[in-house]
């Protein structure tokens, strides 16, 4: 029921009367020809009226009441408490039904496979699974770089090889140069930035960083990285590629690097990324058959590709790397996790390490600040 104030005297006996009758079904000392002996008449005709028709009934005698009011009369109290919690109860009740459906889609899209690739291109990133290494890769692998890759055929290409040295602790504590800070943010010369992780699983550090454009010498990290660069056919055309390499360890060298990938989609390339042979990590640029094919692929094996989450974004994980002869090993050495942030994609690769701890770490990257304040 509504404040008795909001209501005149005349109008609330009228209500009291009109209830008196609906609740009774008849009045026998009303007039026939009244308003009372109309309601009278109302409620033995409907006998089937109950409770909550008897609301309805008071709700639009007192809407009835109101609209007569001058408008003056009517307090903010009533714009405030009466339209603005209807308009907020339906924003979140379209808020929820979005949230729902956004929920169901994204499980259908993530229970398909070939969905699920579409969703990781529209990302940024898809996955390739084979089973074994693509013979071009497999010669980068082992290639001199004295010689023309024979693989590459008369196809245009383009090879980025970076391996790191299997034994890095000591190398760093005998050469004593800077390391990289958990939780900063390294200004690369390709003038974009590094935004280092500050979690690190325990006796684990960061120990380079390495750029596939520049060096970072001058900050104090003279890389511990061997690159190769390798092209073939006609030149490619100009594109646009960051890729950038964090690596850490612990004092028996397990090795833990982070991945960081930028650069435009729809390019008319494809970008081939591969981590092979432990510390060897490549990247076969060329261009794309297809339009759905451009773009960052990552190349994997047959097993299990597996959704997780980073800071409430999608994100793949799996576990295995190629071998030096191209054959994919899946145990549990190895465990590697995808995502995007900020623009950019990350692989974090991790070698006996599980993946809470990968997901640890992701989460800790520092969140990215707008383009062009890099």
Not at 246 to 273: A, H, N, P
């Amino acid at each position: 029921m509504n404040d008795r104030h909001d209501l005149t005297e005349r109008d609330w006996k009228l209500l009291e009367k009109v209830e008196q009758i609906l609740s009774s079904g008849s009045d026998e000392e009303c007039e026939t020809d009244s308003l009372y002996g109309f309601c009278a008449h109302l409620a033995s005709t409907v006998p089937q009226a109950n409770h909550s028709f008897r609301q309805q009934l008071e709700a639009r005698l007192v809407a009835i009441v109101q609209r007569r009011k001058p408008r003056k009369t009517q307090s903010q109290y009533m714009s405030m408490e009466t339209r603005r919690p209807l308009w907020s109860r339906r924003l979140l009740r379209w808020a929820l039904t979005g949230s729902v459906a956004l929920l169901l889609l994204l499980g259908i899209i993530l229970a398909v496979p070939q969905s699920r690739a579409v969703l990781a291109a529209w990302l940024g990133f898809s996955f390739e699974q084979q089973a074994r290494l693509q013979p071009m890769a497999v010669e980068v692998l082992d290639h001199d770089w004295r010689s023309p890759l024979v693989e590459a055929e008369n196809r245009s290409f383009e090879v980025y090889s970076v391996e790191f040295p299997k034994k890095r602790w000591a190398l760093i504590e005998e050469a004593g140069f800077s390391t990289p800070k958990p939780g900063s943010r390294v200004i690369l010369p390709n003038s974009g930035n590094f935004p280092v992780p500050s979690y690190l699983p325990t006796g684990y550090r960061w120990q380079d960083i390495t750029t596939m454009q520049g060096n970072l010498i001058e900050l104090g990290f003279p890389s511990l990285a061997y690159q190769s660069w390798a092209g073939g056919s006609s030149p490619m055309p100009p594109y646009d590629l960051r890729v950038d390499y964090l690596v850490g360890g612990d004092r028996v060298d397990k090795f833990l690097i982070l991945t960081q990938l930028q650069g435009e989609s729809q390019q008319g390339l494809i970008f081939q990324v591969f981590h092979a042979a432990e510390t060897h990590f490549g990247l076969v640029i060329q261009p794309a058959e297809k339009e759905e094919l451009e773009g960052l692929v990552f190349l994997v094996g047959p097993g299990g590709l597996y959704e997780t989450t980073v800071n409430m974004s999608p994100a793949w994980w799996y576990q295995g790397t190629w071998n030096a002869n191209g054959e994919w090993v899946t145990d549990e050495t190895w465990s590697n996790l995808v995502w995007e942030q900020g623009g950019r994609v990350y692989h974090l690769a991790g070698q006996d390490l599980p993946l809470e701890e990968l997901v640890s770490i992701a989460t800790s990257l520092p969140q990215q600040v707008k383009e062009g304040g890099d």
